[in-house]
Structures are given as structure tokens and as C-alpha cells.
């Protein structure tokens, strides 16, 4: 296994963890907790994922390919059995004491969830920001779908006060009903915007992602439009989207479960992704007229350089303060 992952420590095995529920956790032995994002195209250069696999069973998520680097190829692999890096703070004290981050933004959280319910057992994410809490002069960026992360408000407070610190809420519909389906063990919509609310309220900067827009299940103009109100109500500073994209492990799963929960849009996704990762221009330009109409009527600038075919290839320049494309490089994903 260590052969697959050039961040495992030499001739350590991976340790096995009592499970909870159907979920199987495995001890990963990292020296190397800090990876460089090789993409120039992302505004990042830094990521940092606490855990590999993540419990949510998000039915689209594009990160399930990253289990293949450790010849597992089953898309159910990616949520049953979850990698624990349990040395995780010391091995971000080391790289940050050797490696020469400066300015660049830190990622956490761009390939799984570092607030997962695996968080509230292991804590990886909170012993990480206990160090981030440490220093000063920092730019990081947290993605999740969790309310976990108010747990953490106090280390949050301290990191914000002397680093640039952006917190990004993924939130693609706020009907509870479809979310459960799509995002089987992830937080409801409504507990999400209250945990957006208490960070702003706090002062730290928020985002929605709304990644990605499935078509025919989110993105619709009234769906949109309640997601960008409520995100607007919360304090969220901006709302950032992009459509569905398929890499084969993830389609292994995405496909199936289409064509068993919503045949009628099965054709449509056939169509869209059966000879190609991305969604159709025209798709796209249909979209970004919709948010661009959506988030201007409440009061969200809209961005002139965004461009749907570099968004699309994850070429997209976004503002600083911005969440990241989070299409990123294998070597980025670790």
C-alpha cells in the first residue's frame, strides 16, 4: 500500500480501527500531511486532507477515484472504508516548519469532508487547527457540509484574528427530502445554514458552494434561487457554483443510482456525461445566466472573468477570497 501513496511512511502497514456501524476505518501512517497543488490554474498551492474516503455517501462525489490509488476500485469503498491520518497535527507542525508556505492559501478539505462523522471520534481536523491557531500570517480555506465545525468556533476566532481564514458550506438544495437521497449521511440543509450564520456572526468570512448542480434534480430557477436566499440571510459573503462532472469512479456510482432513483432523468445523463466528463456548453451558458440573474437580484456581485468552458476545464481564475475549484490534480489529493 505504501508504494501508492508516496505520503505513507515506508514499511508501515496500515492499522485497522474498530468499525462503527458498516464503516471501516484504517490507521494511515502520514510523514506528510501538507501537499502541493501542482495546478496552476487553482488559486490554492497547498491541501490538506485529514482523512481519505468520507462517510457522507454523496452520490456525485468526483473524489471517490482517489480510493483507486489504493487499488480500491469498488466507488463503495470511498464511504465504507475511511483512512485515518492520526498524525495529522504533527506531521502539519513539521511541514510548516520546513516547507516555505508564505502567503500561498492552504486548502482543507478539497477531496474529503475534515468535518465527516469520523471528526467527532479522531479529531484530526481539530488537532490541525490548534496549529494553524498557533501561527499568524496564514490564508486558509475550510470546505464542508458539516455544523461539526462550530465545535471548533473558538480556534476558528483565534486563526481569523491573525491569518486570512474563509470558511465554504457545500449546499446544493434545500429541499430535505432530495438531499437525504443524494447525500445520504450528510448534515440537512438547515443545520448548515445555522452553522453559516454562527461563523458570520463570529466574523469569519463565509461561501455556499453550490457543487455541483445535477441536472434535472438541482437546478432549477426556484431551487436556485431559495438556495441564494438563504445563503444571503445567513451572512454568507458569496454563493460560488458549478455543474455535475463524472470521472469514471464516480460515474460507476452517479449512473446507477440515476437510473434506480430517477429513470426519467437517466437518458438526459446518458446524453450529457456517456462520452464526455463535462457537461454540455450550451448547459453551462444556461446556468450561469441563471445565477448570474439570481444573484444579482440578491445582491451578490457577479463575477465578469468567469468563463463556463474554463470553469468547466477548472481553469476558472477566482478571487482570493473565493472558494477553489476543487477538481484537482491527483497529486493534490492526498
Known sequence: MASTNPTLLPDVPAEPIAPIRDVEFIEMPVRQILNRCANPAMSFRWTINPYRGCEFG???????????????????????????????????????????????????GTATDPYQPAERKFGLTRSMLEVFARLGGLDLSITTKSALITRDLDLLRAINSRSRLAVNFSLITLNRRLQRILEPRAPRPALRLRALAQLTAAGI???????????????????????????????????????????????????????????????????????????????????????????????????????????????????????????????ALR
Not at 471517490?64 to 507542525?93: G, S
Not at 440573474?293 to 470553469?311: C, F, P, T
Open 58 to 108: 454523496c452520490v456525485y462525489c468526483y473524489a471517490r477515484y482517489t480510493h483507486e490509488f489504493l487499488d480500491l476500485r469498488d466507488p463503495m469503498d470511498f464511504e465504507r472504508r475511511i483512512f485515518v491520518k492520526r498524525q495529522a497535527a504533527e506531521a502539519l507542525a513539521r511541514n510548516l516548519a520546513r516547507m516555505p508556505v508564505g502567503a500561498d492559501q492552504i486548502a482543507l
Open 205 to 331: 468570512h463565509c461561501n455556499v458552494l453550490m457543487m455541483p448542480m445535477i441536472p434535472g434534480l438541482t437546478d432549477g430557477p426556484t431551487g436556485i434561487e431559495s438556495v441564494i436566499r438563504a445563503a444571503r440571510r445567513a451572512g454568507a459573503a458569496g454563493v460560488w457554483w458549478r455543474s455535475l462532472f463524472l470521472k469514471p469512479a464516480a460515474a460507476r456510482r452517479f449512473v446507477p443510482f440515476i437510473r434506480e432513483n430517477f429513470p426519467e432523468q437517466a437518458a438526459r445523463i446518458d446524453d450529457f456525461y456517456g462520452r464526455s466528463t463535462y457537461a454540455p456548453r450550451a448547459y453551462d451558458e444556461h446556468l450561469s445566466a441563471i445565477f448570474e440573474r439570481l444573484k444579482r437580484k440578491h445582491g451578490y456581485a457577479v463575477e465578469a472573468d468567469r468563463d463556463h468552458r474554463s470553469m468547466q476545464a477548472g481553469t476558472a481564475t477566482i478571487p482570493a477570497s473565493a472558494p477553489r475549484q476543487l477538481e484537482l490534480v491527483g497529486q
